[in-house]
């Protein structure tokens, strides 16, 4: 069973859909007991990077997270990408989850529009196992103002919009991040979360 943890800022509704459609047991969960109990966890997001702490740090499920981030596989989602990340610095600097090492920071690149919002290509830079099946011209969905910066080994594949923007990474253990949609990224989406289900 894959949970999917509900801290009152997740788009959980559509990825739950996109697990039924793919025939993957999920649940939407709140508490501890449930994501210890899963076989993988999904975290998430849409908002800012310090109302998600902070609702996260309100549920009493951080530590939790990181625990079971150690042991099963863990990906998180937009918003629940970043905040797997040391820092970020929407309104200030907030600590993240420490789960992979590296910031968000926001787009400023003057000539783009801000938020990111589309379809872009995605680009591999690492073997992941979330890329099994995906080909060299595949596009996904994006909205997003903030993008991760951390080392070149933990991004699997990137997107080109105004520099290189983190689009999928990976600590090469449990930990996966997909800063794009896959639940929202046509049949590209549904593969990578089709490979998610496989690493149960």
């Known amino acids: 069973m894959i ?6 800022a997740g788009n959980i509704f559509s990825v739950k859909n996109a697990l039924d459609y793919l025939g993957l047991e999920s649940r939407l969960v709140s508490d501890k007991e449930s994501i210890k109990a899963a076989d993988a966890v999904i975290l998430p997001g849409v908002g800012a990077f310090p109302a998600a702490m902070e609702m996260l740090e ?7 997270i990181k625990e079971e981030a150690a042991k099963k596989p863990f990906l998180g989602i937009c918003l629940g990408m970043q905040l797997i ?8 600097e907030t600590d993240g989850l420490g789960l992979i090492s590296g910031s968000v920071v926001k787009m400023e690149e003057p000539e783009l529009i801000i938020p990111h919002m589309g379809w872009n290509k995605l680009e591999k830079l690492n073997d992941c196992p979330l890329l099994e099946g995906i080909g060299d011209n595949e596009y996904v969905y994006f909205v997003h103002s903030y993008k ?10 990137y997107s080109e919009y105004g520099g290189r923007v983190p689009a999928l990474v990976w600590d090469g253990k449990n930990v996966y991040g997909a800063q ?20 149960i």
């Open 3 to 8: 949970a999917i943890i509900d801290y009152g």
């Open 58 to 64: 309100k549920s009493g499920l951080i530590d939790t």
């Open 85 to 92: 990340f040391s820092k970020g610095y929407e309104f200030g």
């Open 148 to 157: 991760a910066e951390c080392a070149d080994a933990n991004i699997a594949a």
């Open 180 to 199: 794009f949609h896959p639940e929202k990224s046509g049949e590209t989406g549904l593969k990578i979360l089709r490979s998610f289900g496989k690493l």
